[in-house]
């Protein structure tokens, strides 16, 4: 998986470049707050499970460009760094991820992100952990030489940011094709 910057965009520049996907299904995977787990189930019409995934700890100097930075931490706090890939029932790949979190904020948080059997969200959710997110970014990146859809968020714990997440989801299952506009918005697609 490759590295990404983790950026965050005004509210309402988030919704233009969400507005933008053509498929309706994209722009609600997309906008969504809520656990993007239990969607593409729905969307996939069957479970999904992690199929890979690692995670270390590492200096915030030397986390994913820009996760520190939406995290509030310090150059030598600790994070967690985990990549996953989220699969369908048939093994496809559905998304591949990477969160940066702040360990030290919550105990069974820390469990959930460093169990690499589940998915963080459900995982949060079974653990009793109340968490909400803020979409902060949406586009295109590159999977395989395809465009494909993206998400970045942030997971609270409280008042502070506890992670922050993005999502790259396959092409071959969640549509990624722009109305125009999107490429000429500049970063990201």
Do not use: Q, S
């Given at each position: 998986m490759s590295a990404h910057t983790f950026t965050?965009?005004?509210?309402?520049?988030?919704?233009?470049?969400?507005?933008?996907?053509?498929?309706p299904p994209t722009r609600m995977l997309l906008s969504a707050d809520g656990l993007t787990t239990t969607l593409l189930e729905a969307w996939t019409g069957g479970p999904a499970r992690i199929g890979a995934a690692d995670h270390r700890r590492v200096p915030a100097a030397a986390a994913p460009a820009g996760s520190a930075t939406l995290l509030g931490a310090g150059p030598e706090e600790r994070l967690i760094v985990r990549r996953s890939v989220l699969n369908g029932r048939d093994?496809?790949?559905l998304s591949r991820n990477v969160v940066v979190?702040?360990?030290?904020?919550?105990?069974?948080?820390?469990?959930?992100?460093?169990?690499?059997?589940a998915p963080i969200g459900a995982a949060l959710q079974a653990a009793g952990t109340a968490h909400?997110?803020?979409?902060?970014?949406?586009?295109?990146?590159d999977w395989d030489g395809e465009p494909a859809a993206y998400k970045t968020y942030l997971l609270w714990h409280g008042r502070r940011p506890l992670a922050?997440?993005?999502?790259?989801?396959?092409?071959?299952?969640?549509?990624?094709?722009?109305?125009?506009g999107l490429l000429a918005a500049g970063g990201s697609r």
């Open positions: 965050t965009r005004k509210p309402a520049e988030t919704a233009v470049r969400t507005g933008r996907f053509t498929a093994g496809a790949e979190a702040r360990p030290a904020l919550d105990a069974d948080a820390e469990r959930c992100l460093t169990d690499t059997g909400r997110r803020t979409v902060l970014d949406t586009g295109v990146r922050a997440v993005t999502e790259t989801f396959n092409p071959a299952v969640v549509p990624a094709a722009l109305g125009a």
